[in-house]
């Protein structure tokens, strides 16, 4: 198998890359789907050679040569969705991991281990990423500013520079070139989880790491956590060697749903996103609609704050589904405030520009007039304040006559 993300030629287009990046070997092992290797060992009778392939692995974090020694270290199945991850976002390699948690984890690991403690971060960020930071689990030490705070935000022990754009669940964007200006030789980490390398590379602008939720728009079906990190090489090495030892692997099972999913990713991101345009721009004309924000690069989600309580609107959706997450091809609906930046302390949510109106929608891949004619339902609607996810007096509908 080819795990190398160089192997394929440099001149395919995203969309080929896309079906094709990571199963370039499979038509020569006369194979069409890609193979699923759950093995959590690989028995060889060399111990020998495997105390050098452990020794090499422990200098480097490069992927070995055969196969993985222990499942920790590697996965041939998820190693194919590391390369084609990799190929989409023009980097040299990716790491997979758990979830994007423990894909942004290790990446504070890597850099606290080597004395590189302090982290300058722009809000918003997603809700759990902003309280890790924040909370300092890790030992890291965040300073929060803006764009134009950067350089001067900068320390002999800075780390790294955070930003995600567009911002979970904002929508705000940064200006990526004038941050990796900013950033000096500090190494720039953009949470590129909403935009997907379909609609931006941030690499492409100077930054040194990509991070995704993987559960998001790479799985694209509700169905499969994990997180992944587009790289160098060198970075890639410390990644995998801070995966080996805390843990947090990415099971094969995801790492072959991931795969497929992204295959697709360039045909549901663009049919989303052209009905996130529309809603957007028919939210901007309801009247119980205050402010729609949708972002330059375009994407599949829309955030808009409403004149009355927003948790009303969730409460009254039948067709878009009341949950947090995104990316699905599912169109769900979800309440900042209340979940995904329930975690961020309300001052710096509001100050993030976070407010308590906010309503934040993913949009899949329905038909758009469908999708329209629920929220403008949900936005109308008075639904009495008792009624709960529990007790429910939720309609069930009867199903409709298809168009
Ligand atoms: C546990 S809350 C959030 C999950 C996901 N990252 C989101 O923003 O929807």
Not at 323 to 345: C, F, K, M, N, Y
Request: charged share 20%.
């Amino acid at each position: 198998m080819e795990n190398s993300a160089s192997a394929a030629p440099a001149t395919r287009a995203l969309a080929t890359e896309a079906v094709h990046a990571g199963r370039d070997d499979l038509a020569r092992l006369g194979l069409h789907a890609p193979p699923l290797d759950l093995s959590t060992t690989y028995p060889s009778y060399d111990a020998a050679q495997e105390a050098e392939r452990i020794d090499a692995f422990a200098a480097t974090g490069a992927r070995l040569d055969g196969p993985p020694v222990y499942a920790r270290l590697d996965n041939p199945t998820t190693a194919r969705f590391e390369t084609a991850l990799a190929r989409l976002e023009g980097a040299q390699d990716a790491v997979a991991f758990a979830s994007g948690m423990a894909a942004l984890t290790a990446v504070l690991l890597v850099r606290a281990s080597q004395g590189l403690r302090h982290v300058i971060a722009v809000r918003p960020l997603y809700g759990c990423s902003d309280h890790l930071l924040a909370a300092g689990l890790l030992g890291t030490e965040v300073t929060w500013t803006d764009p134009a705070g950067i350089a001067a935000a900068i320390r002999p022990d800075t780390g790294l520079v955070m930003v995600e754009t567009p911002a979970n669940p904002t929508l705000a964007e940064v200006d990526l070139a004038a941050v990796r200006h900013a950033c000096g030789s500090v190494p720039l980490l953009v949470d590129n989880t909403f935009a997907t390398p379909v609609l931006q590379r941030p690499l492409e602008s100077g930054a040194r790491i990509v991070l995704h939720s993987a559960t998001k728009y790479l799985g694209g079906h509700g169905d499969v956590m994990g997180g992944v990190v587009a790289c160098d090489d060198e970075f890639a090495g410390q990644l995998r060697q801070v995966r080996f030892a805390t843990g947090g692997v990415l099971h094969p099972m995801a790492g072959y749903l991931l795969l497929r999913g992204l295959s697709t990713l360039p045909v549901r991101v663009k049919a989303a996103s052209a009905s996130a345009a529309e809603l957007a721009s028919r939210l901007r004309a309801h009247p119980q609609v205050t402010r729609v924000h949708y972002p330059r690069v375009g994407g599949a989600m829309v955030s808009f704050e409403v004149q009355g309580d927003p948790r009303e609107v969730i409460a009254a959706v039948r067709l878009i589904t009341p949950a947090v997450s995104l990316g699905s091809v599912d169109t769900l609906i979800q309440h900042p405030a209340s979940i995904s930046h329930r975690i961020v302390a309300e001052s710096d949510r509001h100050s993030a520009g976070v407010s308590d109106r906010l309503l934040r929608l993913s949009v899949g891949l329905e038909d758009v007039d469908d999708l329209w004619g629920d929220l403008h339902q949900a936005l109308s609607a008075q639904t009495p304040r008792s009624v709960n996810h529990r007790s429910s007096g939720v309609r069930q509908p009867s199903a409709p006559a298809v168009r």
